[in-house]
């Protein structure tokens, strides 16, 4: 019913940047909070940085400072901006939101992911 896309991971050298997007579609009637989350290899899922439909943002501890999340309403968009990227950032990035359907249900929806790796 709904689908995310994430795009824009790649791999960068250590005090580089990158900057991920998620698009969402689908049977949306409202998004709600946005997020992104990560995961390295045998780790768990992480929480980096959300931000709610008014634009309220809050990070991770390790994020804070250097990644800034935004997001872009009119076209279904939230965005991760990474600065000063560090080897212990490679994850896998998932994009994560709140959204009311059509039918007025709310329920989250995940991305598929993108890679990012920073090499040091």
């Known amino acids: 019913q709904v689908q995310l896309v994430e795009s824009g991971g790649g791999l960068v050298q250590a005090g580089g940047s990158l900057r991920l997007s998620c698009v969402a579609s689908?049977?949306?009637?409202?998004?709600?909070?946005m997020g992104w989350y990560r995961q390295a290899p045998g780790k768990q899922r992480d929480f980096v940085a959300r931000?709610?439909?008014?634009?309220?943002?809050n990070y991770g501890d390790s994020v804070k400072g250097r990644f800034t999340i935004s997001r872009d309403n009119a076209k279904n968009t939230v965005y991760l901006e990474m600065n000063t990227l560090k080897p212990e950032d490679t994850a896998v990035y998932y994009c994560?939101?709140?959204?009311?359907?059509?039918?007025?249900?709310?329920?989250?929806?995940w991305g598929r992911g993108t890679q990012v790796t920073v090499s040091s």
């Open positions: 994560n939101a709140d959204v009311t359907l059509t039918t007025r249900a709310t329920t989250g929806y």
């Open positions: 689908g049977s949306i009637f409202r998004l709600n909070a």
């Open positions: 931000i709610s439909d008014g634009g309220v943002a």
